[in-house]
């Protein structure tokens, strides 16, 4: 099956700096990427996702990277904000089937 | 904005005893799911659902867990007989279309305490 490891586990910025989070995968087949956040007492929110056939996709302060060489994909924020402090996990799920594995997720705190 | 409901959000209840939770998908979905996240580890998929059947379950899911959708609203995990390793958040998720497709939007998950 799919194995997804996620780092760092907890990640505490300044509030303007940049924050980055790593994923690899382990089954190269695998094709679609999404990032969840997840706020304290909230529901996970999909936040950006990637396909395998791009390297990079962004939406405003939020960008994603992957490279399908190496089997791993980041989630870049920009000019953080105290509201981007959440849970942030990544996913991948393979050509066949539904299930997603996910990351074992991102607590990252913006201080302000 | 529509949104994927859960009741209750949270259950306790003793080993062995059955539970069912409940989620209400989105009502123009078609493909429903449920996960577990055991306090402090990842999410993990359990079921997936679509056509009033089962299209893919994970290892974990095994005979103690049922999914049924009663109705035309409702979409319900049951545990027969539940262990004390049950102790997780519950997440029901849908979708309009595939995964890979469309994008699945989660409710804010059930805490199942088994004592």
């Known amino acids: 099956g799919e194995n997804v490891e996620q780092h760092p586990s907890t990640l505490s910025v300044q509030e303007g700096d940049s924050a980055v989070i790593k994923c690899t995968y382990s089954?190269?087949?695998?094709?679609?990427f999404p990032w969840y956040k997840q706020e304290l007492g909230k529901r996970p929110q999909l936040i950006i996702d990637?396909?395998?056939?791009?390297g990079e996709k962004k939406d405003q302060r939020i960008a994603v990277t992957l490279n399908k060489t190496a089997k791993h994909f980041s989630l870049h924020i920009t000019e953080t904000q105290p509201e981007d402090s959440a849970v942030y996990f990544c996913?991948?799920?393979?050509?066949?089937?539904?299930?997603?594995?996910f990351g074992t997720g991102t607590s990252l705190t913006v201080i302000p | 904005e529509p949104e994927v409901t859960q009741t209750p959000s949270h259950q306790v209840t003793q080993m062995g005893q059955e539970v069912i939770l409940r989620c209400v998908p989105i009502?123009?979905?078609?493909?429903f799911y449920w996960y577990r996240q055991i306090l402090g580890q990842k999410v993990e998929f359990l079921v997936s659902?679509?056509?009033?059947?089962?299209?893919?379950k994970s290892e974990i899911f095994d005979d103690q867990f049922s999914v049924e959708r009663p109705d035309g609203s409702n979409f319900t995990l049951k545990i027969r007989s539940t262990k004390l390793e049950d102790s997780a958040m519950y997440f029901c998720?849908?979708?309009?279309?595939?995964?890979?497709?469309?994008?699945?939007?989660f409710g804010p998950g059930t805490r199942l305490t088994v004592l």
């Open positions: 990637i396909r395998s056939n791009v």
């Open positions: 998720a849908s979708s309009s279309g595939t995964p890979r497709r469309d994008t699945q939007y």
């Open positions: 089954d190269s087949a695998s094709n679609y």
């Open positions: 996913a991948a799920l393979r050509p066949t089937g539904n299930q997603f594995y």
């Open positions: 009502s123009n979905h078609l493909y």
């Open positions: 659902f679509y056509n009033n059947e089962i299209s893919e």
